[in-house]
């Protein structure tokens, strides 16, 4: 059955149960059947039994690790302490990847395991952010990735559906292009018409430490069958000898080679948005190998960076936009498109909107390609790296403005006192800065020589795989987002056993005056946009950020906010935020503190004010998702911290 999953129909099946009580509604259900709410990405669910007049009196009903005593079979590793997993809540039970990679199905109301399925070599595969659900008349079918293999399992027991590949599953490394020995993709499946789209996972860091090859495998996405695991299509996310895009991949002058015949990544991190009713898929996709140097792929390097829409039942492209020429600042969408229905000057748009690591949010006609405001091509500077030729020019949108700080000017620098202004100022002269799409340099390891170049915001963000929340009642879309800079420099390939010319010298975070970051703040907020005018509705500090550090203490400053990568959740009247975990984000400022926070926030939807905190046994490191069973509304959140596994935490009213 093909289901057309759309706002007004999302709005109709809950109007029922908002504003209800448990007493009036002790039947009332209102599922969260799709990672991000639905298949639109927007996050949103209109329950608002849990409200501004009541949030404050929320408490925690259960608490469930993500690896449950009840799997572990005698495993006694430490659960993750940075679990990025979202459940989903379909016809009474709560479903999610567990941090022993496996399936595993919870009572809602409870959190007590019902039952539990791992890969069927028995072989421990990593944990994944989601899983998919799909149903048919009496069929209702779990979807997920375990390692290299797509399982379809039955969604009341957990078994293998016979019926799907061989004996349940689908090995995702055959018919590959390139070998892919440890292919494993860690975001959500996503069905549209009964096709099940995938993306991949691959690491993408190259330094002198490790082997560092341009031959990376390839991010190709593929659609496969939801009842049989057939394997439908694939879009070459890097095109082929003849295909639409192959000529933006250059010859490479030293080895005389077209490009596209050995580069490789260029993967969709995210998981995919989709139009049930259009029958269009949106693949947000990445920087291709390597992240830093593109000497090795001249030209601008199609599909590398770019929200693609393809047809979901033949992989078809329908239109494209390339939102970085040639990447060397690993900006790739990291994060899921929204589908948006606006009304922009009176006219009703059926619009995509994009939020990217460089602050930027792209919307588009999301039938036709078209900008929904103007975004234009302007002049960029060159690279000094010998063999490096950048695009001259990039998209720079005119509407909604930057969401952060681009680039990097003096006045931009940390300034609470004079000490800490200085210090800043010496810092900033170790290191090349400019406006967004700085190139990087080549280090230099003189004294006095340029470490790198600073890339603000840095590869993390502006915003990142937590990407962005939608409330199709106001048009208004909510963006969690950090200010975060890195220092990238380019050095020459040492490492016998790789075949590039050059790689991105070992991370090492910015420093700051004392501990303290190298810019003033907010290093994290969160940021109200209305899609219907393009303008910035409200932006708010998210979290105090280092205002307790002993240089600044004395100085009651206000939130400074904290630049973890945490996810919203928004409902009836507000939305929900944390602070994200203090692990797993390199690519953050590792000042005062870490990265993250362990509050948990509901602000009003509609100035920004805080109405409610908690804090919680560790900080959001997944996206949290909401649900109502038997009349009761609950809230779950995905916690870690760096002292403990990560868990499940269920918040409701008593």
Do not use: C
Request: charged content about 20%; proline content about 9%; overall charge negative.
């Amino acid at each position: 059955m093909r289901k057309r999953v759309r706002h007004a129909i999302v709005l109709a099946t809950i109007a029922s149960v908002i504003g209800t009580t448990v007493s009036s509604a002790v039947a009332q259900t209102a599922e969260w059947s799709v990672y991000a709410a639905d298949k639109a990405g927007t996050k949103y669910l209109p329950l608002d039994q849990i409200n501004r007049d009541n949030v404050a009196d929320l408490e925690i009903a259960w608490r469930q690790p993500v690896i449950p005593d009840e799997i572990r079979n005698g495993e006694t590793t430490r659960g993750p302490v940075g679990s990025q997993t979202t459940p989903l809540m379909v016809d009474g039970l709560l479903y999610f990847s567990s941090g022993l990679g496996t399936i595993t199905a919870l009572a809602p109301t409870t959190g007590e395991v019902v039952w539990n399925t791992g890969p069927s070599d028995g072989v421990r595969v990593r944990q994944t952010r989601g899983v998919a659900y799909w149903s048919d008349g009496d069929e209702r079918r779990v979807v997920a990735t375990l390692g290299p293999k797509l399982v379809s399992l039955n969604a009341r027991t957990g078994e293998r559906d016979t019926n799907f590949g061989e004996a349940g599953e689908v090995d995702l490394r055959e018919g590959l292009l390139r070998p892919f020995p440890e292919y494993y993709w860690n975001s959500a499946p996503t069905i549209i018409r009964d096709v099940i789209i995938i993306g991949s996972f691959i690491g993408d860091i190259l330094n002198n430490q490790m082997p560092a090859t341009k031959q990376a495998p390839r991010g190709d996405v593929r659609g496969y069958d939801v009842r049989t695991g057939e394997h439908l299509w694939t879009f070459y996310t890097i095109p082929r000898e003849n295909e639409f895009g192959v000529d933006t991949w250059g010859i490479d002058p030293v080895e005389d080679r077209p490009s596209w015949e050995y580069s490789g990544n260029t993967n969709m991190w995210a998981h995919p948005t989709g139009d049930e009713e259009l029958g269009i898929v949106y693949l947000p996709l990445s920087t291709p190998s390597n992240d830093y140097y593109g000497g090795h792929r001249p030209g601008d390097n199609l599909f590398a960076e770019s929200l693609v829409a393809v047809d979901v039942e033949t992989g078809e492209r329908l239109w494209h936009f390339q939102a970085i020429h040639h990447g060397v600042w690993d900006y790739d969408f990291a994060s899921s498109a929204v589908l948006t229905d606006i009304t922009v000057n009176g006219r009703e748009i059926k619009a995509v909107a994009q939020p990217s690591k460089q602050a930027w949010v792209y919307v588009f006609d999301r039938v036709t390609g078209e900008p929904v405001w103007p975004i234009e091509e302007r002049p960029v500077p060159a690279s000094p790296v010998p063999g490096e030729r950048l695009a001259e020019t990039q998209p720079f949108p005119t509407k909604p403005p930057a969401f952060e700080l681009q680039g990097v000017t003096v006045d931009d620098l940390i300034d609470f006192t004079p000490e800490l202004r200085a210090e800043a100022l010496e810092i900033l002269e170790r290191y090349e800065w400019g406006p967004i799409f700085t190139p990087p340099v080549l280090l230099d390891p003189s004294p006095g020589g340029k470490k790198g170049t600073i890339f603000s915001p840095g590869t993390a963000g502006g915003a990142n795989w937590s990407g962005a929340g939608f409330d199709p009642a106001t048009g208004m879309l909510y963006v969690p987002s950090a200010y975060s800079q890195n220092v990238i420099a380019i050095t020459p390939s040492t490492n016998p056993r790789s075949d590039v010319r050059f790689v991105r010298e070992r991370y090492e975070p910015l420093p700051g005056p004392q501990g303290l970051p190298l810019f003033k703040p907010p290093y994290g907020r969160l940021t109200a946009i209305d899609l219907n005018t393009g303008d910035i509705s409200w932006q708010v500090p998210n979290g105090i950020g280092p205002r307790n550090h002993p240089a600044i203490a004395h100085l009651d400053l206000p939130p400074l906010g904290n630049p973890g990568r945490a996810s919203v959740l928004v409902t009836g009247s507000l939305v929900f935020l944390g602070e994200g975990g203090n692990t797993g984000v390199s690519s953050l400022p590792q000042w005062y503190n870490g990265p993250g926070g362990k509050m948990f926030r509901a602000y009003d939807k509609a100035t920004g004010d805080v109405v409610w905190e908690m804090e919680l046994p560790g900080g959001t490191s997944g996206a949290p998702m909401t649900y109502m069973i038997d009349g009761k509304q609950y809230i779950i959140a995905t916690v870690g911290w760096d002292d403990m596994g990560s868990e499940l935490v269920a918040l409701t009213l008593p």
